[in-house]
């Protein structure tokens, strides 16, 4: 399941899929900020960690910077692909109070 997820300031978080859907899904406000926090918080820790290790990485082509950025950034998407999901289907059948906290508490994500 590919996700692209909006930013905060939009309404919730637009939610794309490979496979045809129904319906729109729309996700109510603390499904959709608990997937953007996750997402920010994923986010920043990736970005730290390039920055940390930038100087043991020599200079990089920006061919190979791109390949840097891809990877991280594929490892963030495959990493997320369960707690979105699990937060996505967890709304579709009205059941997302649970899933919402349990997120919040195993991430450490603010409220």
Known sequence: ????????????????????????????SDV???????????????????HRVRGRLGNLSPDQEDVVESLSRGIIDKVLQAPVA???NAAAANQSAFIVETVRRIFNLLT
């Open 1 to 28: 399941m590919a996700l692209r997820l909006l930013s905060r300031s939009g309404k919730g978080v637009e939610v794309v899929t490979n496979t045809e859907v129904d319906s729109p899904r729309a996700l109510d």
């Open 32 to 50: 959709s900020g608990t997937i953007v926090s996750l997402r920010e918080r994923f986010e920043a820790v990736r970005r730290s960690e390039i």
């Open 86 to 88: 699990m937060l996505v």
